[in-house]
């Protein structure tokens, strides 16, 4: 079945630095592959998405490319905050399903 | 205005009880999902309902039962409570998944059986 698998955390940082995320999928055909954050008390709020292969989607300094080829969806940040603390979910959607397959969420720690 | 909104936040109750969480979106999505994420922070899909009619049941025990009285709620009952049924529960609504549309979650019910 469909799955994704993140690398484990808690990852704790410093301010500034730079941060990956990784994230592998299984899944048949070509998914739709998503970050999700959830920061503290809140829901879950769509971070980027890339739809097809070699698409790379970006928000608010966060890049992730979809790699058909190693089946991974990395997530990037050049130089973090304070305010990037949160729990990180890679998600993928496969063609023609209507839910949404979450890895198992990394928590983020960006110290001052 | 809150897209999607769940009532309560918060709910303590002892086993044995039956409780609902309900959920409405302001979206004009329409498809609606429950989803569960436990004390280690895995989500997973409980149900969703398209248009009213349920699409998605991910092999959750009987005693959990969602109702869709119309496209804008989706409510979730459950029965007998457990201790095992601990944890926060997410709505989320979207227009359809397909083709990467995003999903709107709720701010979850954190459910804690004594």
């Known amino acids: 079945g469909d799955s994704v698998t993140q690398m484990e955390g808690p990852v704790t940082l410093s301010e500034e630095a730079f941060l990956t995320i990784n994230c592998t999928y299984t899944?048949?055909?070509?998914?739709?592959l998503f970050w999700y954050v959830q920061y503290p008390g809140e829901g879950l709020q769509l971070l980027l998405k890339?739809?097809?292969?070699?698409d790379k989607g970006s928000n608010k300094g966060f890049e992730a490319t979809y790699r058909k080829e190693t089946t991974s969806f990395h997530l990037e940040k050049g130089s973090v905050q304070v305010s990037d603390s949160a729990v990180y979910f890679c998600?993928?959607?496969?063609?023609?399903?209507?839910?949404?397959?979450f890895g198992q969420g990394t928590r983020l720690t960006i110290n001052p | 205005d809150t897209a999607v909104s769940q009532t309560p936040k918060y709910l303590v109750t002892q086993m044995g009880n039956d409780k609902s969480i309900k959920c409405e979106q302001n979206?004009?999505?329409?498809?609606m999902y429950w989803y569960k994420q436990d004390s280690k922070k895995f989500l997973k899909i409980m149900f969703s309902?398209?248009?009213?009619?349920?699409?998605i049941n991910e092999t959750v025990p009987n005693r959990f039962s969602p109702k869709s009285p119309d496209k804008a709620h989706l409510n979730l009952h459950i029965n007998s409570l457990e201790l095992g049924d601990s944890a926060v529960y997410f709505c989320?609504?979207?227009?359809?998944?397909?083709?990467?549309?995003?999903?709107?979650f709720g701010q979850g019910t954190r459910l804690t059986v004594v």
């Open positions: 989320a609504s979207s227009q359809d998944l397909i083709g990467g549309t995003e999903a709107f």
């Open positions: 899944a048949t055909g070509y998914p739709s």
């Open positions: 890339a739809t097809k292969a070699d």
């Open positions: 998600a993928l959607v496969r063609q023609g399903a209507q839910k949404l397959v």
């Open positions: 979206l004009g999505h329409d498809t």
């Open positions: 309902y398209n248009n009213k009619e349920l699409i």
